[in-house]
């Protein structure tokens, strides 16, 4: 809700110690009553409550409406078939707003630490930005200033998040680059990897706002390696390895919900399926290592898979950075730029260093052609012109290598929008449309008299993806 926020409200203890009940509560006996609380570990529930946007309860239903798993029982059943209430997204506004807005305006005004203030701004991007991608207008410049916010145009959210991460950066490139700072749980404090993560932020939203040369540009200085990628869970024994700490995977699989949801059966899982006649494996490509890893079913947790309690969960990776760069390349300079780019993502999966899986199953990402792509090709058995059999190998690597994160809902509703004719032929699971948005939280309906009326339901486009 919109119109009570106490700067000094601090949601902590909750988000530290029992993230997976994913639920949030004021700790204050009187909210009016000032808690003192050091800019670390302020950062860490700003961290952990981006881990619940970008992971938790809201993605994994993406996940359902982009064939990436299925809900098959009880709530995820119903939310699988499109039936939502408002109330789903309570828990992610509250973790926005006051888990880390609140707490980032304390740090941007008191604290003298560069390196957590750009940290906290990168947060506060990361998650402004999604929250625009999955509600589309949304309150974010008169959010503490105002007891009845506006809802501000998804497009202007966008360019604040741009604004954010130009100020993170800035205050990040004051750092000298072999500080560290130990409790950001997610990059160790490293000033440069956090850097990166910003610029592919800035080119994940570019993307969004089909601005590719600037995507293009941005990507260039983005996240360059496995080591510089921002994920969950990797520093999984810093923070304790209970498990309220683990992979979010690992909670549901394993928890209440155990049995609700699979990656069985599901479009993604077809596409990795060798056996399937609609799978991606040909004469250069072997998914089953890959498959084996993304497989998430409560029947089969296993160490090697993304299951695992200790599994890395990603939220701005390398592979999505070097696919923005296919992407973008190849639309701002041409179809060898994009198959350049797309090569180098493929030489690294072929290394067998981006996921896990079962190691005695094979992998294979050879090289592609350009004959690859022509008329009759292994890529474009359809006849399809090879601009668009090459884009369409793009967009269907990514929506495969983004898995686990919000990316593919965000590509497949924009690639709809303008390039229908190659999008995923993902199946619609109830009725004839694809839900656009996810619903606004019914706490800000009830507490912001300017919520709209009636609120967009599931089937309305979000602004860009008119």
């Not at 995820?76 to 926005?96: K, V």
């Not at 390196?115 to 503490?144: C, R, T, W």
């Not at 090709?377 to 668009?388: C, L, R, V």
């Not at 008299?449 to 979000?462: E, G, R």
């Amino acid at each position: 809700m919109m119109k009570k926020y106490f700067k000094n409200i601090i949601y902590v203890s909750l988000l530290l110690t029992f993230l997976g009940c994913e639920k949030y509560l004021d700790i204050n006996e009187d909210p009016n009553v000032s808690t003192d609380v050091p800019a670390e570990l302020l950062l860490k529930s700003m961290e952990l409550a981006d881990v619940q946007i970008q992971s938790g309860h809201l993605m994994r239903i993406s996940q359902f409406w982009t064939g990436q798993m299925r809900g098959t029982g009880n709530l995820y059943g119903r939310i699988n078939n499109y039936i939502i209430a408002p109330e789903d997204s309570n828990d992610i506004w509250a973790f926005m707003y006051h888990g880390i807005m609140t707490q980032n305006d304390i740090i941007q005004e008191n604290s003298q630490n560069d390196l957590v203030k750009g940290i906290a701004n990168i947060i506060e991007a990361h998650g402004i930005g999604s929250m625009a991608s999955m509600f589309g207008d949304i309150p974010y410049s008169q959010v503490g200033i105002e007891q009845n916010a506006a809802f501000d145009k998804q497009a202007d959210v966008y360019q604040a998040a741009q604004v954010l991460l130009n100020t993170a950066i800035d205050q990040l490139g004051s750092v000298a680059t072999s500080r560290r700072f130990t409790d950001d749980i997610l990059l160790g404090g490293n000033p440069v990897s956090w850097i990166q993560v910003a610029y592919t932020l800035k080119a994940r939203y570019y993307m969004m706002t089909r601005e590719y040369g600037e995507a293009y540009q941005n990507a260039l200085l983005g996240v360059n390696s496995k080591n510089n990628s921002l994920r969950y869970a990797g520093a999984y024994s810093g923070y304790g390895t209970t498990n309220e700490n683990s992979n979010l995977y690992n909670l549901i699989l394993s928890g209440s919900r155990s049995g609700d949801l699979t990656s069985l059966g599901s479009f993604n899982d077809n596409l990795l399926n060798a056996t399937n006649a609609t799978s991606r494996n040909n004469a250069k490509t072997n998914e089953s290592r890959r498959r084996d890893y993304l497989t998430l079913d409560q029947t089969g947790i296993k160490s090697n898979r993304l299951s695992a309690a200790n599994a890395q969960m990603p939220l701005v990776s390398y592979e999505e950075n070097l696919l923005i760069l296919a992407e973008a390349g190849f639309r701002s300079s041409g179809f060898n730029e994009g198959l350049t780019r797309l090569n180098a993502l493929r030489a690294y999966l072929a290394t067998g260093n981006a996921f896990a899986g079962d190691a005695t199953l094979p992998i294979k990402y050879d090289s592609y052609i350009a004959t690859d792509f022509a008329a009759g090709g292994i890529e474009n058995a359809d006849n399809i012109t090879a601009d668009k059999a090459l884009l369409r190998e793009i967009m269907e690597e990514k929506y495969v290598s983004c898995f686990a994160t919000l990316v593919p809902f965000d590509d497949f509703r924009r690639i709809r929008a303008t390039d229908n004719s190659i999008a995923l032929q993902i199946p619609i699971n109830a009725g004839n449309l694809y839900p656009e948005r996810f619903l606004i939280a019914q706490d800000e309906i009830n507490g912001n008299s300017n919520s709209p009326s009636p609120i967009p339901d599931l089937f309305v486009k979000t602004q860009v993806n008119q």
